[in-house]
């Protein structure tokens, strides 16, 4: 992460979205707009004093805590470690950008004067030869399946909550605590929440096994609380994943096999987790103080907004899709367009750092091959033939076709680059001046007849 | 057509993804029996090296000038057809392959309606190579510099190993820091490292 930062060869455009990408491999144009963080980055030296100082003490949900804790409007991301490690003014939360009104202790407060509420969102257009498309996930929200009553204690947590739980830079320092601040005594696991289950997603995230196997030996390592790991299959399939879960069985994890099916909170604020041991054939019940749900990873909320920029397409399960499962996981059927980590599928570290890293070296042999090839099976125009109609250019997909005027009327024009030979232009030409090269009108008929013969 | 089409055709049998349904040699036949077409060949797997230097070694002696290719579907290996037209002088856009796989074997079960349809297809494919064209791809500079949406984990080192490369890299983020979801992580399985 401080690498990335530090790295004369990369530039950081932080709070900033791809707008609209246009172009091919090779030669992309790029949009991107950078929100305002209403504090200049070359004067902020991250030291914090505009977020001691802001006035609007109750704050917000902290999404770096997954919502464990509160920050305020002025703020340093990652709890004070951001790369940048620059403050931002949250513009959904402070109070003068939301309401007009307050002190703005925040400008008072800062040493370097860095704060200006002045500032305005910014477009920035960047020229590239190859793009990588590295969104990642969000975690399923256990809102959606009710029977695990999650939100309805605070000692239901999805699993990067616990995370942030277990997690020195978390809001307990690392201590694994209930919301009342003691040692949880028992703990139970429920594996496989939101994902292998048909009312929620079909897929097996992948992750979850593994990372609740690594909470359950947090828990016992850190409380000595009792384990319960609720199952269905205990997928440990990578390199010394196995061995993982074997020491954490030694560790004395209770393993019940078996779906969780159901977690009610009690009168008293303790939680009942129910389900069914299929090894004994036995309803289980079991009351314990904390319970950590397995969530599984989704594509995020505007995977198809991305998906519509970028123009590639997402397979059933909503995430991208990959040109070919084996042969090309990380290619998109646009070309210059790769896929990096779990914006692809479900992937733990291991196999993120793998994929991204092998999407890098698709990349750098485009670039350092230095030239693309244009495939000439694209559409052109007998400028002879055109009558200046401009039907063409608004139908183009690629915006590959433009106007180009000639003494008293004008022509169509197609850049080859741009164009892909879709031939939706060919075919609403009124006067047939325009042809797909390697797909003519006397081509498909010889191939129709011969057919249909 | 500047000049007399002499068109090879060849049929793979994809070890019995075809020929357990299709009947290649039957196809093989049909082929000869096309206008225009010099030589057809049957072979269990095209695509090997074998099997493409059938093809070139045909474009050698036979002055073959358009090459039809039966198997799978394109998106499998046009390109690797064109190359090997290409290695022999040919230009890659005087091919035209049928896909008898992904559209009739896989999808056909009665062997004589496949084997029917396979023969249409071979002869629509054959018909449509006649009236091809050489075309010439364009080659084209490429900026030297790349665009990644997105700073988690995946991002961060996609972004380091094109950077250390040497070529430009804009690591675009939507969040104010960059780190995803791995910098909310505590020790990560199964060595317990940590995260950041």
Known sequence: MMDAGRHPHITLLTYSEVEEVSGYVGHFKVKVRQRPRYVDMELCTGCGACAEACVFKKGVPNEYDAGLSRRRAAYIPLNGQG????????????????RGRCTQACLEACPTRAINFEQKEEIVELDVGAI??????????PHRLPAFSYGRSPNIVDGLQFERLSSATGPTQGQI???????????????CVGSRDEHANRYCSRVCCMYALKHAHLVRDKTGAEVFEFYMDIRAFGKD????????????????????????VLDDGRIQVKAENTTLGIPVQINVDMVILATAMEPPRDADRVASIFGISRSADGFFQEAHPKLRPFHTNTEGIFLAGSCQSPKDVPDTVAHASAAAAEVLSLLSRGQVVISPTTAVV??????????????????????????????????????KGCGTCVAACPAGAITARHFSDRQILAEIEALLR | MDEEPRIGVYVCECGINIGAIVDVADVVRFAEGLPNVVVARQ????????GQEMIRQDIRDLHLNRVVV??????????????????????????????????????????????AKAKRLVRAAVARVNWHEP??????????????????????QAALNIAEGGYQVYLVERQPSIGGHMAQLDKTFPTLDCST
């Not at chain 1, 790369?83 to 939301?98: E, G, S």
């Not at chain 2, 072979?43 to 074998?50: D, L, P, Q, W």
Request: proline letters at 4%.
């Open chain 1, 382 to 419: 007998d400028e002879q033939l055109c009558s200046g109609c401009k039907t063409c250019i608004p139908l183009c997909p690629y915006t590959a076709i433009s106007f180009v005027s000639q003494d008293t009327t004008g022509v169509a024009t197609i850049n080859e680059a741009l164009c």
């Open chain 1, 132 to 141: 990588i498309i590295a969104t990642g996930f969000e975690m399923f929200d």
């Open chain 1, 241 to 264: 994943y196995e061995e993982f879960y074997e020491r954490v069985q030694e560790e004395g994890v209770y393993f019940v096999r078996g779906r969780g099916a159901e977690v009610v």
């Open chain 1, 83 to 98: 790369v940048p490690m620059k403050a931002v003014i949250d513009d959904q939360a402070c109070l003068y950008l939301t």
């Open chain 2, 43 to 50: 072979s269990r797997y095209i695509c090997s090296e074998a």
């Open chain 1, 177 to 191: 605590l209930t919301a009342e601040g003691k040692r949880p005594e028992r703990v139970a696991i429920i594996h």
């Open chain 2, 135 to 156: 075309l010439q791809a364009r080659q084209e500079d490429v900026t030297p510099a790349a665009l990644i949406v997105g700073g988690g984990i995946a991002g961060i």
């Open chain 2, 70 to 115: 039966a198997s799978c579907s394109p998106r499998m290996h046009e390109v690797t057809f064109q190359n090997a037209v290409a290695g022999a002088g040919l230009n890659p856009y005087y091919f035209q392959m049928a896909n008898i796989r992904e559209h009739v074997s896989w999808v056909v079960k009665d062997p004589k309606q496949a084997t």
